[in-house]
């Protein structure tokens, strides 16, 4: 995204998406498919993915073979993943993440690096 787009709506219509509705959409889909693990086992779950994201990264960076487009496609996928996972995560801990995001920006703008 080029830094003129940030905070453009999306071209395919809808609303942009706020960081509470993406938790709430994780916690749906899992209600709805029934992924009721306990903390643990979410937490591993986004290791396996995380692993998974890194099979991509090397695919695309020809690394690991060379898929182009698809490792592209997939890659995309595999980022989702890792989220949906990190958001289950949050939820499970009863964390509000777009409250955390917004503490954690404050206190990086003000951190020197």
């Known amino acids: 995204m080029d830094k003129g787009d ?4 999306p071209t395919h219509g809808a609303a942009p998406l706020t960081v509470r509705d993406l938790q709430e959409q ?17 937490l591993s779950y986004s290791m396996v993915e995380v692993g998974e994201l890194a ?11 060379d898929e182009g487009d698809q490792a592209k496609e997939t890659l995309g996928l595999k980022i989702y993943d890792v989220v949906w996972n990190l958001f289950d ?25």
């Open 6 to 9: 940030r905070g453009k709506e």
């Open 26 to 42: 994780a916690r749906q889909l899992k209600d709805a498919q029934g992924f009721h693990v306990s903390l643990e086992q979410r």
């Open 55 to 65: 099979e991509e990264v090397l695919k695309l960076s020809g690394v690991k073979g």
């Open 89 to 113: 995560l949050a939820d499970f801990a009863g964390v509000d993440l777009e409250e955390a995001f917004a503490r954690k920006v404050a206190f990086n703008r003000d951190r020197t690096w």
